[in-house]
């Protein structure tokens, strides 16, 4: 029995950082999403975690695309035994291409080992517009889209801020529409899931922890009809948004939201004022916060992580995250951390 169990166990302490994934990776290597578009000159984000029972010497590059360039190019790095560290590196010249997707990638070297890690990023930034939310995509030809593919099908995310709301537009690429009004079995529906937090906040281990994240789902009622919830807000204990709540009480009437379906895509535009998220997060040119998502997909790819798409480690993975809702359908494993990186600019040209 202790040498079928050995093997599982390596394998989940591995998958925690607490042990290498292999001799020849004593760290673990992603980058970050830029927060304005590269010919903005933003900082390139690598986060560096040691993966060994001991102290960790080396350093880190960033190789960037043909014609780019940075002001540093290696970085040094000590960690002792578990430690994550962020090493920034800043963009002097880079281009900004339409489709918003940058080849980059990290290399660590030391302890006898080259570790390599190849994302392809995205600036991930809101520029300043207020659009009309009805469920037509055509005020959003200036926002600075996201995108990714889980299952083989497309998501694509754009985002804005003003004065006084954040606003988003999610396109689901999707063969079947499924509202609350016509729930599948287990009673499952359609539905976004977003999470948005300061920018140092930290998601609770346990379920005494205080949340740090205004939380929100947003829930086709009809094929031109949404309705808006307030899941959390900072301070719920973590434990509470375990259950799952009813979620009529939770109706959060001051949020703009419409749905639209046109053949396979579902879109949902809404927007969020900001004086409920006032004394955690301020709307201006150049502030950062995070934001992540999922959408629930539950007759078709389940549910779509943005933590996933934007390469979080498998550590990373926090049930204490997300809210349980009634009409999720959650796969084995908990979903990823909310807190990923995203900045406010003037403008994506």
């Known amino acids: 029995m202790a040498g079928r169990l050995l093997p599982l166990l390596f394998a989940l302490l591995a998958a925690c950082g607490a042990l290498p994934l292999s001799a020849a990776e004593p760290v673990a290597l992603r980058i970050d999403s830029l927060l304005v578009t590269p010919s903005h000159t933003p900082s390139a984000v690598v986060h560096v975690k040691n993966l060994t029972a001991s ?66 990023i995205v600036a991930a930034a809101a520029p300043y517009f207020k659009p009309s939310i009805d469920g037509n995509p055509g005020d959003w030809a200036d926002a600075i889209s996201v995108s990714w593919t889980a299952g083989g099908r497309a998501t694509k995310v754009g985002t804005y801020w003003n004065r006084k709301q954040f606003a988003l537009l999610i396109a689901v690429d999707e063969d079947r529409f499924v509202p609350a009004t016509t729930p599948i079995d287990n009673g ?86 900001w004086k409920l998220m006032r004394e955690d997060i301020r709307a201006g040119e150049g502030r950062e916060f995070c934001l992540s998502l999922l959408v629930h997909d539950p007759d078709g790819v389940g549910i779509r992580d943005w933590g996933e798409a934007v390469g979080l480690w498998p550590c990373q993975r926090n049930r204490l995250a997300w809210s ?26």
């Open 55 to 120: 102290v960790y010497e080396g350093t880190v590059r960033l190789i960037v695309p043909p014609g780019w360039s940075l002001e540093t190019e290696e970085h040094g790095v000590s960690l002792a035994p578990g430690e994550t560290a962020r090493q920034s590196f800043m963009i002097q010249r880079g281009t900004t291409v339409e489709e918003n997707s940058y080849p980059l990638e990290a290399v660590a070297t030391g302890e006898g080992a080259t570790v390599r890690r190849q994302q392809n």
């Open 324 to 349: 349980r809702w009634p009409g999720a359908r959650w796969a084995d494993q908990p979903p990823f951390d909310n807190k990923t990186p995203w900045g406010m600019c003037s403008s994506k040209y």
């Open 188 to 273: 499952a529906f359609d539905a976004v899931q977003l999470a948005i937090s300061p920018q140092e906040a930290r998601t609770g281990q346990s379920d005494d922890d205080k949340t740090s994240r205004y939380e929100f789902l947003l829930v086709p009622t009809g094929p031109a009809s949404g309705r808006c919830y307030l899941l959390a807000t900072p301070g719920l204990k973590c434990g509470e948004t375990q259950s799952a709540r009813p979620l009529e009480p939770l109706v959060y009437a001051d949020a703009e939201i419409a749905v639209r379906r046109e053949k396979t895509t579902t879109y949902y535009e809404c927007a969020f004022p």
